[in-house]
């Protein structure tokens, strides 16, 4: 595949051919959902690890699973494609996915 970046920015995202399909790999999204956490929210960070450290028999729920949710909804998880870009990733995707033409 000629370009298996097809997305440049604001988060690069890669395609690379895998057996079954493709793999993107958003490395740049998760690099700053990670420096978002520890700058931003160290303190529900704290309190999760605090929780999951928490030596407790299980009692059919985990506390920490509130706190995760409770930090997803502060965290986008939503990668922007703009323009011609959504062309080129869904056209990598094709390719690598052997594709080529299919709609």
């Known amino acids: ?4 970046t097809p997305v440049d920015g604001p988060f690069r995202i890669s395609v ?9 790999d958003v490395r740049p999204l998760v690099e700053a959902v990670l420096v978002e956490l520890f700058t931003e929210h160290a303190d ?3 309190d999760i690890l605090a929780e999951q450290a ?3 028999p299980y009692d059919g729920h985990r506390a920490e699973s509130l ?3 409770r930090l997803l909804a502060e965290v986008s998880t ?3 494609v703009y323009g ?5 990733l869904a056209d990598a995707i094709r390719a690598a996915a052997g594709l ?3 709609a």
């Open 54 to 56: 928490d030596a407790r």
């Open 100 to 102: 080529r033409g299919a």
């Open 84 to 88: 011609r870009q959504c062309v080129a």
């Open 1 to 4: 595949m000629a370009d298996r």
């Open 78 to 80: 939503r990668i922007p």
């Open 16 to 24: 690379e051919c895998i057996p079954a399909g493709v793999t993107l």
């Open 67 to 69: 706190l995760v949710e």
């Open 44 to 46: 529900e960070v704290h």
